[in-house]
């Protein structure tokens, strides 16, 4: 009993340890989809910094993993949470590198006008964000029903990557001057329409560690 409790207090403390890594990830979406509207350098360089910091936690976190198995062996469910969350990790280090890739561009056109006031991207940040949220949450709480719901903000998401892609094609056809920063504004929505993606990857993790079902939501 004492060696139940002290595995089941090692899986909160790694699924805190994700909760922390997912927080991490929120605020680098955030904050380079606002140093490219701002065009601020050093929000930029600081988003780049931070990269590094989330990949070290993802190391950290999928040595916990590791261990858990090795030491507990683990069946059945148990072993779907252990296993859910090495690919949960691995999603999020993805998310991070395409914020990471988000500051990049913000680098290369900072020192440009924008070619368009920047409004479906953030909108697409924030949808973004709040998927990281939900999926992560629907994983702690075991919420099937909040998974399934990634889906249709997974949709939301596409839908604006393509009236992003459209106007920018406008804009590149109307005037070739500024086909250099459209195509890596055009990047930028392709990344945030991957983090969404991501999102829903979790959401279907955490639908087959509940169940030991595999579900499509994308």
Known sequence: MAADRTFHADLRELQQEILRMGSMVEEAIDLSVTALKEQDVGLAQKVRQGDEAIDDLELLIEDRCVKLIATQQ???????????????ITDLERMADYANDIAKATLII????????????PRMAKL????????????????IELAMSLAEADDEVDSLHSQVLRELLTYMMED??????????????????RISDHATNIGERVIYMVTGKRKDLN
């Open 74 to 88: 683990p069946m059945a469910k148990d072993l779907r949470r252990i296993s859910v969350a090495f690919k949960i």
């Open 110 to 121: 900072a020192q440009e006008p924008l070619i368009k006031p920047l409004i479906d991207i």
């Open 128 to 143: 973004s964000q709040k998927m990281v949220k939900a999926a992560l949450d629907s994983y702690v709480n075991e919420d």
């Open 176 to 193: 070739p001057k500024t086909i250099r920063q459209a195509t890596h504004l055009s990047f930028v929505s392709r990344y945030l329409e």
